[in-house]
């Protein structure tokens, strides 16, 4: 599917058939990653960091419109994979490291797309962080609490780079 795809779109040039050749080419590369005997983690992760990459490719060609669902699939598999490979590591902390970088990236190449999926994660690895570390303390409705104002400065954090960084023209 993926060469009959691609070949169609290489003789009409129209926009669907890129989206769908990009998600032959994602299902072939990663099922090829799984013969090679690449573990899970690695293969979301690759698929995911390509996506991106790819993404970022396109931001300059008259198809970008198809980016904001390959930067929601793209990222959203990066983010897993590397939660996956990083969970209860010393290394654990690159996780919300690399969530904010996912930010940074946002306002790098202007997808909003990319900037909630990117706080998605923060405030999620800051949800699982806690509960994972702090629920069977006697704080741990302080903390609650504490994670609530949390969240609301990071909401009104990403509402404001969208602001000035991303929705201008």
């Known amino acids: 599917m993926l060469f009959q795809q ?3 779109y290489w003789k009409k040039r129209e926009i669907s058939l890129l989206f769908t050749s990009i998600f032959f080419a994602l299902g072939f590369f990663s099922v090829g990653l799984d013969w090679l005997k690449v573990d899970e983690e ?3 992760l690759l698929m995911g960091t390509s996506t991106v990459l790819l993404c970022i490719g396109l931001e300059r060609t008259s198809f970008r419109s198809i980016n904001p669902w390959w930067y929601l699939v793209g990222s959203a598999g990066f ?3 590397l939660f996956d490979m990083l969970k ?3 290394l654990e902390i690159l996780f919300l490291a690399a969530a904010c970088g996912g930010v940074f ?3 790098w190449v202007r997808s909003r797309v990319l900037l909630s999926v990117s706080t998605i994660t923060i405030l999620a690895y ?3 962080f806690t509960s994972e570390h702090f629920q069977d ?3 741990w409705p302080l903390v609650l609490i504490l994670l609530g104002f949390v969240f609301i400065g990071l909401s009104a954090l990403a509402i404001r780079i969208n ?3 991303i929705s201008q023209p």
């Open 88 to 90: 209860h590591s010393p």
């Open 137 to 139: 303390s006697l704080g």
């Open 79 to 81: 983010y897993y994979g």
């Open 163 to 165: 602001k000035r960084y």
């Open 126 to 128: 800051i949800s699982y």
């Open 42 to 44: 690695l293969n979301v």
């Open 105 to 107: 990236l946002s306002t």
């Open 6 to 8: 691609f070949d169609d």
